[in-house]
């Protein structure tokens, strides 16, 4: 699996964290870790590929978090519950708020790793299913081929339209030029990477404040990265 993920530990036990933490890492995952519900709000969490969350906590369990995280926040970033709390009706519970998994300690890091890879494969493999993506003020549509800013439309052209559609659906990635191409102009006969340049950069006028969210780096490509 390609780890260039980043997980969020959410636990009050230091020890179970800082184990987490070495086994994660030694993976390849990139880690970040919160000792409280409340620390974990003041993170970005749209930047986390995925949350290690504790159900029992100081003042706001994980379950309230994770409540916050769907209904208020509004963020599909998969969470796996990580609790001592066996009743069916706390599984259901933390099912029922959006969980992806649930596992009851104490559990072995291996079968964690393995649950954790299985999310994360299983969320590359589905995002073609989701149609809409939302940044901030920023939404598009990839089915109605639609983009609003601030509720407002933009009107792109269609190659400025499918290239920000890659970029928004695998933000945080770097996609080479060379790909943009052949996703992009795969029906066009003669094309070169200065056509993906120009039209990024009519794309980032278009967009306003988000294009500078288009990041450009030699011999790697573009990615849309917050």
């Given at each position: 699996?390609e780890?260039?993920?980043?997980?969020?530990?959410?636990?009050?036990e230091?020890?179970?964290c800082?184990?987490?933490q070495?086994?994660?890492e030694?993976?390849?995952?990139?880690?970040?870790?919160?000792?409280?519900?409340?620390a974990?709000?003041?993170k970005?969490?749209?930047?986390?590929?995925?949350?290690l969350l504790?159900v029992?906590?100081?003042?706001?369990?994980?379950?309230k978090?994770?409540m916050?995280?769907?209904?208020?926040?509004?963020l599909n970033?998969?969470?796996?519950?990580?609790?001592?709390?066996?009743?069916e009706?706390?599984?259901?519970t933390g099912?029922?708020?959006?969980?992806?998994?649930?596992?009851?300690k104490p559990?072995s890091?291996?079968?964690?790793?393995?649950?954790?890879?299985a999310?994360?494969?299983r969320g590359?493999?589905?995002?073609?299913?989701i149609?809409?993506?939302?940044i901030e003020n920023l939404a598009i549509?990839?089915?109605?081929?639609t983009?609003?800013?601030?509720?407002?439309?933009v009107?792109?052209t269609?190659?400025?339209?499918?290239?920000?559609?890659?970029?928004?659906?695998?933000?945080?990635?770097?996609i080479?030029?060379?790909?943009?191409?052949?996703?992009?102009w795969?029906?066009d006969v003669?094309?070169t990477?200065?056509?993906v340049?120009?039209?990024i950069?009519?794309?980032?006028?278009?967009?306003?404040?988000?294009?500078?969210?288009?990041?450009g780096?030699?011999?790697?490509?573009?990615?849309?990265?917050?």
């Open positions: 699996m780890n260039n993920y980043k997980i969020l530990i959410v636990d009050d230091k020890d179970l800082e184990i987490l070495f086994n994660l030694s993976e390849g995952f990139d880690t970040e870790i919160a000792y409280s519900a409340e974990a709000l003041a970005p969490l749209d930047s986390f590929n995925l949350i504790d029992m906590m100081g003042e706001m369990s994980g379950f978090m994770a916050k995280i769907r209904k208020e926040l509004k970033v998969p969470i796996i519950f990580m609790t001592a709390k066996t009743a009706n706390d599984i259901l099912f029922n708020l959006g969980a992806d998994d649930y596992i009851t559990f890091i291996k079968e964690m790793v393995a649950r954790i890879k999310i994360l494969k590359t493999n589905s995002s073609a299913s149609t809409v993506f939302e549509d990839t089915e109605r081929k983009i609003t800013i601030n509720n407002l439309s009107n792109l269609r190659k400025e339209f499918e290239i920000l559609a890659l970029l928004i659906k695998n933000k945080g990635k770097y080479e030029r060379t790909e943009i191409l052949d996703r992009i795969s029906d003669i094309v990477e200065r056509n340049d120009v039209n950069a009519r794309l980032r006028k278009k967009i306003g404040n988000y294009g500078k969210f288009i990041i780096k030699s011999g790697y490509g573009y990615c849309f990265k917050i």
